[in-house]
């Protein structure tokens, strides 16, 4: 612990989500046989325990008490991978101190280009959005938080302000009007077996 609390935010963040990650490509690898859906292991988030730094803890123990109390770093869930389809993808390099901000904003452009990040629909004027921006849209309120633009309430506007820094002029333009309704994709936990 000593030599953890010793290194920078961002190296801190790094090594805590390529820990999460491998633990839950782990936790995947050793069932057999192998299982339709992370959610199909018996107390994968809050029951299995993974040494790290110095302590024992669980996936959940990493992501809500760790990641997100330590933090104020709401890209961690677009790089905290849960093996499901819907979950943004695994990067094939290890998360690193010197890159973090780079590598965090290109795994957002990723995640927000696959058809489980985001969708806009402007004839129905209706703009899906991945669910995980539902269940943790408080994570990005204090960084991304605003009044005036957007449309929904303070943490939908939040992550829609996050989003849309990603977005083409014309795209960011149409997010910033709100002129459309905000719906969540729905989830599929089926497993990722890429």
Known sequence: PA??????????????????????????????????SIRDIPGVWKGRKFAIAGQSKTLDNIEHKTLRVDFNEPRIHVALVCAAISCPPLRNEPYTREQLDAQLDDQTRIFLESPHGLRIDREENIV?????FKWFGQDWKPTYG????????????AVLNYISNYQS??????????????????????LNKQ
Request: no cysteine.
């Open 169 to 190: 002029p014309e795209d960011k333009e149409y997010l910033e009007q709100g002129n459309y309704k905000l719906r969540y994709l729905d989830y599929d936990w089926s």
């Open 146 to 157: 605003v009044e005036d633009k957007f449309t929904g309430n303070d943490n939908e506007r």
């Open 128 to 132: 899906y959005i991945s669910s995980i």
């Open 3 to 36: 030599e953890y609390e010793s290194w920078s935010e961002e190296e801190q963040i790094a090594f805590l989500i390529n820990a999460y990650n491998s633990f839950t490509l782990q936790s995947i690898i050793d069932q057999n046989p192998l299982k339709k």
